[in-house]
């Protein structure tokens, strides 16, 4: 069913049911009312003898017996105390994942399962947009219990009436202040924001208090209302409850007004201090907001001088909203219904708004299954067409499969068969040979690009055995300690080499090892060089350009995260020995005077103070200094330590120093010293420094390239 231009805004109150209904204005700050009701329960819902059910009801029987509702959109509300409000400023973060974060905030402010409830929620105007990322943004979140908007929209279900909107009161009066009272939001200035406008709508049994400056909102809900003041007089001057609520309406025509607003006094003071408490919360928790005017909504609101005792209570400008700006319309405004009663239309008048896409805020807390059951509905008769159409659709085609089955001759096209498999085999055949042609053209390629590369290639061992000889630990010139022992010396007894298709495989055979080589626990940090006791950092894990490799499972508590080489190369071992191992070499002898020499030299990847580089033979950076990475030598391991054993040597120093006469020249004096045993293995991927990454083969007919 096609929709109307006009919608309703429908505020079903606790004292009577207000209807306003509007269409789009040429004006786009206007709205403009077609027709208005307002119908008063014969007692409030709230009195003891009330049946609500039945009230509301017979309201909404008259309602739709005297209004025509087809095809216009409708919106309705539910109380503020019947749903959640909250606002949220959110973290910096990426626009995309606001969402995500509202998801989450929803789940932590909402205190029921959000299966049970109905929520929605909205970013609010403000905050600041740059790359993909906002700042300072704050969403409204809304909800109610999904068992309360069924009751809510029950009555109107049974009338008949098919809700678009369902929306909380409070909401919908802010969306009346922001559109009637203040600038259009997007033109607003985040950091010159206007006054704030309080509103303060009185209804039966509670007001709702709205603060809004068009960007940021706050609400709340205050136990005082219209029968508030009855229940007053009733206690005071011991009248029924009809009686007096017609004295309150009446009390400057009253027998005794004086007596009537003495009664009504207490009441008056509680309403303007809980405002009061109010806005000192409200003007607290937002010290940059400033309140330029109050304005009271409600029939309760026409008592005499209650707009006057609250503006002297609070020292602002207080005036009742007894005309609404951006509502035209001559015959709905001079209607009675409306005149008189027009303090109790902001809520019809925002559900208005929103229903006509004019509100600022447009969350909607109607039931998901209500809006996809209603789309199936609409969506029925296009389904039912579509199935005909398939139907005969289906008929035409077997009708035309048929007749060509019935008239298929197999004689008639058996050459055309042959004719087409023998085009199809011609076309395999010329596939295949094509895919030689470029096997071979890529085989031919590649033992080109092996010969070019043997030339960078022919110096890489002795590049290698290069770096590992300047790594070797040595005294400087001239300041060799006299002692063997003092001197730092490495003595390799030997070196093997074994290659690796992959040397994953090896790592994962000594990440033992290397957790023992590189310890990350507080023993590290004691570790001392040489002679100066500095203390020596811990080694790196991992080389910053190595790939990631095999998990770091099975590692001993507190050794290094992993990640080893990946790849063909070659493993390294290097099997010497060194007498660094006195007392006083302490700590740094046995494997942490190994660690502290060459091992720290294997790791060394960017070039920096102090850290030895070997000087490359061919390639692109041949002639100049690299660091030992820079040659593929990585990942050192010592694999195999002994445990510090006294050795005598004959020293040719001794042999040839003065001997003391007693000591025979033949028969020099053994030297005793402390030797420690070491199997050190490092892997060595070979590289040619600075040479580009050679170009990939052609690909082969009917792939994709690598």
């Known amino acids: 069913m096609a929709r109307s231009e006009y919608v309703w805004g429908i505020d079903i109150g606790k004292c009577a049911l207000k209807a306003l209904r509007c269409r789009l204005s040429a004006d786009p700050r206007k709205l403009t009312a077609e027709a208005v009701d307002y119908i008063e329960y014969p007692m409030m819902l709230t009195q003891p003898e009330a049946d609500p059910v039945e009230l509301v009801r017979a309201a909404l029987e008259t309602f739709t017996g005297r209004n025509t509702l087809k095809g216009d959109r409708i919106a309705v509300s539910v109380l503020g105390q019947s749903g959640l409000s909250k606002f949220i ?32 929620w909205q970013r609010l105007a403000g905050g600041m947009e740059e790359s993909g990322f906002v700042l300072e943004a704050e969403v409204a979140l809304f909800a109610m219990k999904r068992e309360q908007a069924f009751k809510a929209l029950d009555p109107l279900i049974q009338a008949g009436i098919e809700v678009d909107v369902l ?47 068009g960007l940021k909102i706050w609400q709340r809900s205050m136990p005082i209302g219209g029968a508030t003041f009855t229940k007053a007089i009733v206690r005071g001057m011991k009248l029924t409850f009809a009686k007096a609520e017609h004295l309150k309406r009446n009390a400057v025509r009253a027998e005794d007004p004086k007596l009537v607003f003495k009664e009504m006094r207490p009441v008056f003071n509680d309403f303007a201090g809980e405002l009061q408490r109010s806005l000192n919360y409200f003007t607290g928790a937002d010290r940059t907001a400033t309140i330029g005017k109050v304005l009271l909504l409600g029939n309760a609101t026409k008592l005499r001088g209650l707009s006057d005792f609250v503006a002297k209570q ?13 509502l035209e319309g001559a015959a709905v405004l001079a209607n009675p219904l409306f005149k008189d009663n027009r303090l109790s239309f902001g809520t019809a008048y925002g559900l208005a708004l929103q229903a006509a896409g004019k509100a600022p805020l447009r969350t909607n807390l109607l039931p998901p299954e209500i809006v996809r059951e209603r789309l199936i509905e609409s969506k029925k008769p296009w389904a039912v067409g579509a199935m ?31 004719d087409a498999d023998r085009v199809n085999l011609q076309s395999r055949e010329a596939i295949a040979s094509l895919a030689e042609v ?7 390629i590649l ?39 003092d001197r730092k010396e490495l003595h390799i007894d030997r070196m093997d080499c074994e290659y ?54 099975g590692l001993p508590a507190g050794a290094p995260a992993m990640r080893g080489p990946k790849g063909p190369g070659w493993v390294i071992e290097l099997t010497g020995h060194h007498f660094h191992n006195e007392d006083h070499h302490k700590p740094n002898q046995t494997a942490q005077f190994v660690r502290s020499t060459i091992v720290k ?39 195999s330590s002994s445990p510090v054993k006294v050795v005598s040597i004959v020293s040719e120093e001794i042999k040839s120093a003065a001997l003391p006469s007693e000591v025979a020249p033949d028969k020099p004096p053994d030297l005793k010293l402390k030797r420690y045993d070491f199997v050190l293995q490092f892997c060595w991927q070979p590289t040619t420094p600075g040479a580009l990454k050679p170009p990939q083969p052609p690909a082969v007919f009917g792939e994709e390239a690598p």
Do not use: C
Request: hydrophobic share 45%.
């Open 601 to 639: 030299g294997l790791l060394a990847g960017e070039p920096e103070e102090g850290s030895e580089e070997v000087q490359v033979s061919a390639g692109p950076l041949a002639g100049k200094q690299v660091t030992v990475a820079g040659i593929g030598i990585g990942f050192p391991v010592i694999i």
């Open 89 to 120: 400023k959110l973290p910096p973060i990426e626009a995309k994942k606001i969402g995500n974060i509202v998801q989450y905030e929803a789940r932590q402010q909402i205190p029921f399962p959000l299966e049970q409830v109905v929520w929605d």
């Open 314 to 326: 609070l020292k602002l400008d207080v005036q009742r909203l007894e005309t609404f700006r951006g």
């Open 388 to 418: 005909v159409g398939l139907l005969i659709a289906a008929v035409l085609s077997f009708a035309t499969t048929f007749l060509a089955w019935t008239s298929f001759s197999p004689l008639l096209y058996s050459q055309v068969f042959k």
């Open 500 to 553: 690796f298709p992959d040397l994953a495989r090896w790592f994962s055979s000594v990440e033992q090892a290397w957790a023992q080589t590189h310890p990350t626990d507080g023993a590290a940090s004691e570790m001392t060089a040489g002679d100066s006791g500095a203390p020596v950092e811990p080694a790196a894990a991992v080389n910053a350009d190595a790939p990631e490799g095999l998990p770091t499972d």
């Open 167 to 213: 929306q909380l009161s409070p909401i919908a009066l802010a969306n009346m202040v922001m559109f009637d009272e203040l600038p259009d939001p997007s033109s607003l200035d985040p950091d010159k924001p206007p006054s704030s406008i309080v509103l303060v709508s009185t209804g039966v049994d509670s007001t709702d208090l709205v603060i809004t400056n």
């Open 447 to 485: 033992q080109q690009r092996f010969l070019l590369d043997v030339e960078n290639r022919r110096f890489q061992m002795m590049d290698m055995l290069r770096a590992v000889n300047s790594l070797l630990p040595q005294d400087p010139p001239g300041n060799v300690p006299a002692e063997l022992a």
């Open 438 to 444: 470029q096997k071979k053209q890529t085989d031919a």
